[in-house]
């Protein structure tokens, strides 16, 4: 990670609205009396969106009193998360993912995209409207190449259609978050491609009947169903289930579980530990063992 330090100009102050406080109170008061610099993190993160999507100096100051901190304690958090603007963004802030899956599938000209309608890295538009940023991985490598506006993903990207949507961003026009083109979701592009036959879905699907003569229709849901669940529904524990057991075999799971490890160990009393001494480990404290 590159060294990250505070922007070279400064507003000369930073103070909490009424809203920010508000939030806050409510932020503070999820934590425990005396607990209140758990917070710092939600905190700095609202008070980055009153400032206008990024953290100045005083901003972070002020986040330490609130929360009573060292100033230094919360400009090192400031520092180290990198969801953390230290310098202005503008209006939209682009965040482009460069890394080898976007790389691979044109991050490169979506960049070039970015340079020509926005100017070079960490540049604010003169107008405010953009800025943009190379970023690590974003997790959508499925969709690549990508970027994030502010909190939304913009997917399955093209030059084309990342200056289409820019310009609508920039004329407030409406846009789509996720894909820019006719994928849904992660799905392959014009849908599913497998797994279509309509009779994978049919869960009361007909079979010959077991011992031959005529068909019968299974329950294919019940699969795995707890037998207690069927036949003793008031009974959550399974006693019932477990006496019924008992009586057609002599034995419930847990006796047949205990007799199984009784064997084990008569069989085994070198590797289940029964015949091995306690360890002397000279501390003075006595084995638990022993």
């Given at each position: 990670?590159?060294?990250?330090?505070?922007?070279?100009?400064?507003p000369?102050s930073?103070?909490?609205?009424?809203?920010l406080?508000?939030?806050?109170q409510k932020?503070?008061?999820?934590?425990?009396?005396?607990?209140?610099?758990s917070a710092?993190?939600?905190?700095?993160w609202?008070?980055?969106?009153?400032?206008?999507?990024?953290?100045?100096?005083?901003?972070?100051?002020?986040?330490?009193?609130?929360?009573?901190?060292?100033?230094?304690?919360?400009?090192?958090?400031?520092?180290?998360?990198?969801?953390?603007?230290?310098?202005?963004?503008g209006?939209?802030?682009v965040?482009?993912?460069?890394?080898?899956?976007c790389?691979?599938?044109?991050?490169?000209?979506?960049?070039h995209?970015?340079?020509?309608k926005?100017?070079?890295?960490?540049?604010?538009?003169?107008?405010?409207?953009?800025?943009?940023?190379?970023?690590?991985c974003?997790?959508?490598?499925?969709?690549?190449?990508?970027?994030?506006i502010?909190?939304d993903?913009?997917?399955?990207?093209?030059?084309?259609?990342?200056?289409?949507?820019?310009?609508?961003?920039a004329?407030g026009?409406p846009?789509?978050?996720?894909?820019?083109?006719?994928?849904?979701?992660?799905?392959?592009?014009?849908?599913?491609?497998v797994?279509l036959?309509?009779?994978?879905?049919?869960?009361?699907a007909?079979?010959?009947a077991a011992?031959?003569?005529?068909t019968?229709?299974?329950?294919?849901l019940?699969?795995?169903?707890?037998?207690?669940?069927?036949?003793?529904?008031?009974?959550?524990?399974?006693?019932?289930?477990a006496?019924?057991?008992?009586?057609?075999?002599g034995?419930d799971?847990r006796?047949?579980?205990?007799?199984?490890?009784?064997?084990?160990?008569?069989?085994?009393p070198?590797?289940t530990?029964?015949?091995?001494?306690?360890?002397?480990?000279?501390?003075?404290?006595?084995?638990?063992?022993e």
């Amino acid at each position: 990670m590159s060294v990250r330090r505070l922007a070279a100009e400064q507003p000369e102050s930073f103070s909490f609205t009424p809203e920010l406080e508000a939030i806050a109170q409510k932020l503070i008061a999820k934590y425990p009396e005396g607990r209140q610099a758990s917070a710092v993190v939600p905190l700095l993160w609202e008070t980055q969106k009153a400032a206008g999507g990024w953290l100045p100096e005083p901003a972070i100051r002020a986040v330490a009193d609130r929360l009573g901190m060292a100033n230094i304690r919360v400009l090192e958090i400031a520092t180290f998360y990198t969801m953390f603007n230290l310098e202005p963004v503008g209006k939209y802030f682009v965040q482009l993912c460069g890394t080898t899956p976007c790389m691979l599938r044109g991050a490169e000209a979506i960049k070039h995209v970015c340079e020509k309608k926005i100017g070079h890295e960490r540049h604010v538009s003169a107008d405010g409207t953009f800025s943009w940023l190379e970023v690590e991985c974003l997790g959508a490598c499925t969709n690549a190449p990508m970027v994030q506006i502010n909190d939304d993903y913009y997917e399955d990207l093209t030059p084309e259609n990342f200056e289409k949507l820019l310009d609508d961003l920039a004329a407030g026009r409406p846009v789509s978050v996720g894909p820019q083109n006719s994928r849904k979701g992660s799905e392959p592009e014009g849908g599913p491609r497998v797994l279509l036959d309509p009779a994978l879905y049919d869960f009361k699907a007909t079979v010959p009947a077991a011992g031959g003569g005529g068909t019968e229709t299974p329950d294919l849901l019940s699969a795995g169903r707890a037998r207690a669940a069927s036949e003793s529904p008031a009974d959550p524990l399974g006693a019932t289930a477990a006496a019924q057991e008992k009586a057609a075999d002599g034995a419930d799971t847990r006796d047949k579980r205990e007799a199984v490890a009784a064997e084990a160990q008569a069989s085994s009393p070198s590797v289940t530990g029964s015949d091995r001494e306690p360890v002397k480990t000279g501390t003075g404290v006595r084995d638990p063992e022993e």
